[in-house]
């Protein structure tokens, strides 16, 4: 996949991978993932994304003229854990040329007043990106250790909260890392000790006592990230392999979301 710190020829990422080639926010049909570029042209339209001091991109929706609203790209990226697609951030480097920087996560939006090209006043959208990795580093060791007393319906109401209006940036990072945790939480709980994928017994116990699953996210070509529950398994170490290495592994993904949706109904 990209590699962050490389640079790539726009034209090649579209060829290979599909979605708007003009466009900030490019949607390709066929793959799950969203591809966001910053530092064209925005500036000169009031746009100015980039890092603030608590490690959030500012990532300004399109739109050039009017307010801006949640149609198209936008809304791609309001609901892209729920939809399970990853987002992508590239800069440009110069015409034509993207640096990959980082596999994001959309932790919530704002708006702020501009003015568009034509010189009017606008609404325009701010999303709040940060990296996906600094939501989940530290869980993955520590998840399978806790001992959780949280019942299903407590962990999966974590699991699914979203970022209030009233908090701050900063406030719904820390919220984001929490709902990451309850969703690796909840899956496992979820699984109740027995691989999602073969039906079989977690093949050893932790140090803590815990049947040892790993959590896989169903619709990504990565795991790591906040989800939704729907959306991820518990499954052992060998499924987890056949799932992202197996010549089967489409069909063995699907066979699992299918497992995961029925359970889901029937919770
Ligand atoms: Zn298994
Ligand atoms: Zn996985």
Not at 221 to 242: F, K, M, Q, T
Request: net charge negative; aromatic share 10%.
């Amino acid at each position: 996949m990209f590699k962050p710190g490389k640079v790539y020829r726009r034209r090649s990422i579209h060829e290979k991978y599909g979605g708007q080639n003009q466009s900030g926010i490019s949607t390709p049909r066929s793959f799950p993932f969203i591809m966001i570029f910053t530092g064209d042209s925005g500036e000169e339209y009031g746009y100015k994304d980039g890092w603030q001091d608590n490690g959030v991109f500012y990532y300004t929706g399109e739109g050039q003229e009017g307010d801006m609203n949640f149609n198209k790209g936008n809304k791609a990226i309001r609901d892209h854990v729920e939809n399970g697609k990853d987002i992508y951030l590239f800069e440009y480097v110069k015409t034509g040329h993207v640096e990959f920087i980082d596999n994001m996560t959309c932790i919530g939006y704002h708006n702020r007043r501009s003015t568009d090209r034509l010189g009017h006043m606008r609404e325009t959208i701010v999303f709040e990106l940060v990296r996906t990795e600094e939501l989940t580093e530290g869980v993955e060791e520590e998840i399978n250790g806790e001992i959780n007393n949280d019942s299903l319906s407590e962990l999966r109401k974590k699991a699914v909260d979203s970022a209030e209006e009233e908090v701050t940036v900063t406030e719904r990072v820390t919220k984001s890392v929490k709902r990451s945790k309850a969703i690796k939480l909840y899956a496992l709980k979820r699984a109740k000790g027995i691989c999602e994928a073969c039906d079989t017994e977690a093949p050893f116990y932790t140090k803590e006592g815990q049947p040892f699953l790993e959590v896989h996210h169903l619709r990504r070509l990565s795991d790591g990230g906040p989800d939704h529950p729907e959306s991820v398994g518990a499954i052992c170490p060998n499924c987890h392999r056949r799932c992202h290495h197996g010549r089967d592994f489409k069909e063995y993904n699907a066979m699992l979301v299918e497992v995961v949706r029925n359970k889901e109904m029937n919770l």
